[in-house]
């Protein structure tokens, strides 16, 4: 599959995407500036000659399925130009809205309850999904570290949800565990917060991972 990462060169997008390559994804990884995005790309490439090339935000737009992994703060002026693009696609949202306080990480809460849905909002012609936000950022871009996760997957379109979960059981590591519709994202977004304060007070990369199923 060819995987487009809007915002990608941070460690979210950057542990995605070599995660991604390695499973046989052809994976453009996008950023404001597309120099930046091909530093960054041969920079993972050499990890193993991985297929990860840089491209502006706009051309990973125009990937099979788009992943956005852009600061919270930033998404919606990231997507809205690029919603012709992205219409009729699937678009999977790892956006969660969270300050630091203290030693403590807290979620936001934004005005329609899920970054996720902001982005649905924003992108009224595409399919958006929820997934890959409980992921340790540094764990995903080691392929040597042993991760193993599930990663919960919400959204209104079934179709999308399916797509996003065969994609994300391709990678290694990782097991898909499809939740509900979109009005899940709110509670799912939120629990990074707690997920990365652990981190933090324990000095480890902790997982998600759900017993009985």
Do not use: Y
Not at 88 to 109: C, D, H, I, P, T
Not at 132 to 142: G, K, N, R
Not at 158 to 169: H, K, P, Q, S, Y
Request: net charge negative; aromatic share 2%; proline share 4%.
């Amino acid at each position: 599959m060819q995987i487009g990462i809007v915002g990608g060169t941070g460690p979210a997008g950057r542990g995605l995407a070599v995660r991604a390559a390695s499973a046989g994804h052809q994976v453009w990884l996008g950023s404001r500036e597309a120099p930046r995005a091909s530093e960054v790309a041969a920079s993972l490439r050499g990890q193993g000659s991985l297929p990860i090339e840089g491209r502006s935000n706009v051309d990973a737009a125009h990937a099979e399925l788009v992943v956005v992994a852009t600061p919270w703060e930033a998404v919606v002026a990231t997507v809205r130009p690029l919603a012709a693009a992205l219409a009729g696609k699937v678009v999977v949202s790892m956006v969660n809205a969270l300050v630091k306080q203290g030693r403590e990480m807290v979620a936001l809460f934004p005005a329609r309850g899920s970054m996720a849905a902001e982005l649905q909002a924003s992108l009224p012609g595409s399919s958006v999904v929820a997934a890959l936000h409980h992921l340790p950022a540094s764990l995903m871009e080691d392929l040597m570290s042993g991760l193993e996760s599930d990663v919960l997957v919400c959204g209104d379109d079934a179709d999308a949800r399916a797509v996003t979960c065969t994609l994300i059981d391709t990678m290694e590591g990782l097991r898909a565990i499809e939740v509900g519709s979109l009005a899940q994202a709110g509670p799912i977004e939120a629990f990074t917060a707690a997920c990365i304060t652990v981190n933090m007070r324990h000095k480890v990369h902790t997982t998600v991972r759900l017993g009985g199923i």
